[in-house]
């Protein structure tokens, strides 16, 4: 059984480029949340999707967007990217209505703009 | 407003010692956490979690203590062992359905 799956692993961009990073929910899973995490620092909240529609976001701009498929998986987008974006993304994924909330994280995508 | 902190950056203890990482929280209306090892270039791994209805949890080798009096919870590892060796962060679950607050993370370093 294939836990969260993220690509790329790893992402060179250059500043004001726009960059889109992938998520594969664990098998069974239907929502899908994504997390920054700065080098040193923990996960920081981004937003989450279920039924293909953004619910929750945290403190981050809108350049910040995102998408989730009909088979579950999502896609990040970030825009105008700036230096202060290098940082591992993390997608992490949860069943919703079980009641259980132990949430399934990938390997993260390294974003370093430059 | 909400917040999740760790009281010390980096643990290091000898193999086969017991470890205990904390963590203090500042929303009383917390009612689900989860700590999580991270080791390097891998994402977040769960270990154990707890709700705000009990005070303490075992698994293999760990167990979870919280205190919703002083709003701390705790990481206890017993026989620490090299693979132990990561940083541990605890989250809280806040408000939203598995919208995460993580604190900086501590880090566990075991010697032999």
């Known amino acids: 059984d294939a836990g969260v799956t993220q690509s790329p692993t790893h992402l060179i961009k250059t500043r004001g480029q726009q960059v889109t990073l992938r998520c594969s929910p664990k098998?069974?899973?239907?929502?899908v949340s994504w997390y920054q995490q700065a080098l040193g620092q923990g996960p920081q909240f981004i937003f989450q999707y279920y039924e293909e529609e953004e619910r929750q976001r945290g403190n981050f701009p809108d350049r910040f967007s995102g998408h989730q498929f009909p088979n579950y998986s999502s896609e990040l987008n970030v825009n105008a990217l700036l230096l202060g974006d290098s940082a591992l993304y993390l997608c992490a994924s949860v069943r919703k209505g079980t009641g259980a909330t132990e949430a399934f994280f990938g390997q993260g995508t390294r974003l370093t703009v430059v | 407003g909400e917040s999740v902190g760790l009281h010390l950056p980096t643990l290091s203890v000898q193999e086969g010692d017991n470890s205990i990482i904390n963590c203090a929280y500042s929303n009383s209306a917390s009612d689900y956490f989860i700590w999580y090892k991270q080791e390097s270039g891998k994402g977040p791994q769960f270990i154990i979690d707890?709700?705000?209805?009990?005070d303490k949890r075992q698994g293999q080798r760990v167990t979870v203590l919280l205190n919703k009096t002083v709003k701390h919870l705790s990481l206890q590892i017993a026989a620490t062992q090299p693979g132990d060796s990561a940083v541990y962060f605890c989250?809280?679950?806040?408000?939203?359905?598995?919208?995460?607050?993580f604190g900086a993370g501590t880090r566990l370093a075991v010697h032999p």
């Open positions: 707890i709700r705000s209805n009990m």
């Open positions: 098998s069974g899973h239907d929502t």
């Open positions: 989250a809280e679950n806040s408000g939203g359905y598995n919208k995460l607050i």
